[in-house]
């Protein structure tokens, strides 16, 4: 295929282009460089063959850069790339080498914030189509670009564009913003990511915080908290609200199986952390089957009283906690905030406040969708070898796109397992940004031809 040739001869223009998107800042959460950014990726599409254009929602909501180009040989296929052109906050910002936004090359490395997430990401996909258009003139599928500007501060408004512009972004495929590569330089093909419920329980006792000697008389907002939480689940991470798991099916028999030749190395895992055992004890099968397909209920915070040094005699006015449920597919956030209110009235803690924060429902495309092999096949063919992953234990916009445009979706990229994406320090490997743009010619390719 002369598309990969392409890609070996112009690595230098590539990295050029992603210095340039690097040395632009755009911040998300302080709204820095979001516009200049925007229009930097706008005009790379256009320079790259692509017509391009800038959508919008309302004031004060990041544009999406969108862009597509129709297939002369295969009009009646869609390939869909969704990326994002924001990035993380850089501090701290004494713990870089050099200046986070330098995009400067060292060896094989290029640093600087957004130089993997996810402008390294967003770079291949732009020139393995580059490449197709400049050796053969066409593309082998339909090709439409969806990069929007608020990944980083949780996609606030994705599904609002989907919804608005569904026509538009219709397609039958979707290649996923990010794809990660282990330490044997294994891409890792994901397939879903779980959902997530972020909540607030609080307990208001007294209007102030008392002498602890009236603990006799005076309820502590603390135990209370402690005896409600302590109903959500059980020490195996059992989720014990009625109806949890009423929608939830079991893994399939093919999913199963792609779990079991899925690498993972307990030892290493737990010396990583220094923890001992898992969960539940869980060990094997069992635990790489709770990464991928296990729900959760996670205390992430807890205040309440006196935390400071030596000993203050206190009876704290009220406690809060912060809880993080990962979702698992077929659970509806909304369904489960109302399970979740029963199960506290029932259990006699009506006192107890709810705040919802985020709820976004889990994703998964089926393993047996022959998407998934025209990807992998690609993959195995540029690296030598990849692994199927059935979901991602983190959590991102993908149910939006299953969802609202009934697309399958498949995560595959260059982002090195530790590239330091969301600290200082941030880089892209140049050797797996070449693998990972031919990767693309490949499959847009295969999912053209079949
Ligand atoms: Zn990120």
Known sequence: MNALKHVDNHMDVLITDLQKLIQQPSVSAKNEGIEECAKLVKSLLESSGLKSEILRLKKGVAPIVFAEIKSKSNPHKTLMFYNHYDVQPAEPFDLWNDPPFSGIRKGNKIFGRGSTDDKGELITRIKAVEACLATTGDVPCNIKFLIEGEEETG????????????????????????????????????????????????????????????????????????????????????????????????LSKNDLKIIQKEPFDENVFKKEFGIKSFVGNKRGLNAKKALVGEATCNIAGFVSGY????????????????????????????????????????????????????????????????????????????????????????????????????????????????????????????????????????????????
């Open 155 to 250: 996609s606030t408004h994705i599904e609002e564009y989907l919804k608005k512009y569904k026509k538009k972004f219709s397609n039958d495929g979707v290649i996923w913003e990010f794809g990660y590569v282990d330490a044997k330089n294994r891409p890792i093909i994901g397939l879903g990511m779980k959902g997530l419920l972020y909540v607030e329980l609080s307990v208001k006792e007294s209007i102030r915080d008392a002498h602890s000697s009236l603990a006799v008389l005076i309820k502590n907002p603390a135990w209370r908290l402690i005896e409600a939480v302590n109903t959500l689940r059980n020490s195996d991470g059992k989720i014990l609200i009625k109806d949890w798991y009423k929608e939830v099916s079991p």
């Open 307 to 450: 935390t400071g040094d030596g000993a203050k005699t206190v009876l704290p006015g009220s406690a809060l906690v912060k809880i993080d449920f990962r979702l698992i597919p077929n659970m509806d956030p909304k369904k489960q905030v109302i399970r979740l209110k029963n199960h506290l009235k029932s259990k006699g803690f009506s006192e107890v406040k709810i705040k919802i924060y985020h709820g976004e429902a889990a994703a998964r495309t089926n393993s047996s969708n022959p998407f998934v092999s025209q990807v992998k096949s690609a993959a195995d063919q540029i690296f030598g070898n990849s692994i199927l992953n059935v979901s991602n234990a983190g959590t991102g916009p993908m149910y939006s796109f299953v969802d609202i445009l009934k697309s399958p979706c498949v995560s595959i990229g260059s982002t090195y397992m530790f590239s330091r994406i969301h600290s200082p320090n941030e880089f892209a490997r140049i050797d797996l940004l070449k693998k990972t743009t031919k990767c693309i010619c490949l499959i847009m390719e295969n999912f053209g031809k079949n």
